[in-house]
């Protein structure tokens, strides 16, 4: 069978000139690649027309990490410390990923893709961790620290889950590069990892074919076998 062409949304930023462009980087379209899928971006300025015909050509998606939800969406608390907010991004990944769940499509939501799966099915976003949930970790690493092979603190895998059955190991160490994190949970979506100070970070939905959604950043984990792993079940899972 042919390698399965995987979508990846993508952010936008400026070049050195202050010249508008598509922003993804690059560690996301290395692990698709090493895990053998075909990687295509999906630029957030397509028409609906125009999205949903390249849906349609797609056997997955990753959804990937960048800037703050704007909290208008899900009412959530304003906190200076929000950021990047990107309308043209909000909307499409949005409606892009309801159509992903209700089509049954296998998806990877990765760290802001997470946060996102949450409010596209109903759920609300703590808008910055630190302040608001009591004894919380330190999860938005400082920027000094390597992002690749930094790990920061413990994830517990509830057993029985697609995850534990990909990792194959109930507590494994990961990045932690994020301020927000998600606050109510849809009734879809299980938990199915926490850290020590009970912050979700993986959930996925029941009876969907594959349907992850991680808080960390396995992208730039692909030296651990563990995170392979995860990124080889999702490409193997996009091939049906």
Not at 223 to 234: D, I, R, T, V
Request: hydrophobic residues 35%.
């Amino acid at each position: 069978m042919t390698s399965p062409i995987i979508g990846i949304t993508a952010g936008h930023s400026s070049n050195k000139y202050g010249l508008p462009q598509i922003h993804l980087l690059r560690s996301y379209v290395d692990a698709i690649i090493k895990a053998g899928g075909v990687p295509v971006i999906i630029p957030s300025e397509l028409s609906e027309e125009a999205w949903k015909l390249l849906y349609q050509k797609l056997d997955g998606i990753i959804f990937s990490g960048g800037t703050d939800v704007d909290p208008k969406i899900y009412k959530g608390e304003p906190h200076p410390t929000v950021y990047g907010l990107d309308h043209e991004r909000d909307a499409l990944e949005i409606s892009l990923l309801r159509h992903t769940v209700e089509d049954k499509k296998p998806f990877l939501a990765i760290c802001r893709g997470f946060q996102v799966l949450n409010i596209a099915l109903g759920g609300t976003l703590h808008t910055h961790v630190s302040e608001q949930i009591e004894n919380s970790l330190q999860h938005d690493t400082p920027r000094d620290k390597p992002r690749d092979n930094y790990l920061v603190h413990d994830i517990q895998i509830e057993e029985g889950s697609h995850l534990a059955e990909i990792i194959d190991t109930p507590i494994i160490k990961v990045n932690s590069w994020h301020h927000q994190g998600v606050k109510d949970i849809p009734p879809q979506l299980k938990i199915t990892a926490r850290t020590p100070d009970g912050l979700v970070e993986a959930m996925e939905i029941p009876d969907h074919p594959f349907s992850i959604a991680v808080q960390w950043h396995p992208e730039w984990m692909t030296e651990n076998k563990a995170m392979q792993k995860l990124f080889k079940a999702f490409v193997e899972a996009s091939k049906k």
